[in-house]
Nanobody, 127 residues
Framework: VQLQAFGGGLVQAGGSLRLSCAASGRTSIIYGMGMGWFRQAPEKEREFVAAINWSGNSPYYADSVKGRFTISRDTAKNTVYLQMNSLEPGDTAVYYC???????????????????WGQGTLVTVSS
């Protein structure tokens, strides 16, 4: 299965962007799996942003984005979205989508729980 993320770009602080991540190929592999977004800023480690379960009714977020970002998914389209509002310069990073292939309590916050990754899309927030 391949993941294609898009929607990144340059935006001023306070602005909004919507990222999309579409799965293609053998999408039957990811049936029933959660999906998530991570980000990596220059010279920093990859960090968790948000994740959502298969049915889309249980999203969860990093504290740094809670109340500003919203994750959602359309299982029929094999696509997950990240609506980002009130963007801040600290949100500047490459954003990656991923499929959670390992399921254990609390594991959704860790990159090691995700087995399929997209190529990333750059989000730059200017002050």
């Amino acid at each position: 299965v391949q993941l294609q993320a898009f929607g990144g770009g340059l935006v001023q602080a306070g602005g909004s962007l919507r990222l999309s991540c579409a799965a293609s190929g053998r999408t039957s592999i990811i049936y029933g799996m959660g999906m998530g977004w991570f980000r990596q800023a220059p010279e920093k480690e990859r960090e968790f942003v948000a994740a959502i379960n298969w049915s889309g009714n249980s999203p969860y977020y990093a504290d740094s984005v809670k109340g500003r970002f919203t994750i959602s998914r359309d299982t029929a389209k094999n696509t997950v979205y990240l609506q980002m509002n009130s963007l801040e310069p600290g949100d500047t990073a490459v954003y990656y989508c991923a499929v959670r292939t390992r399921s254990f309590t609390g594991g959704g916050y860790y990159a090691s729980s995700y087995g399929y990754w997209g190529q990333g899309t750059l989000v730059t927030v200017s002050s």
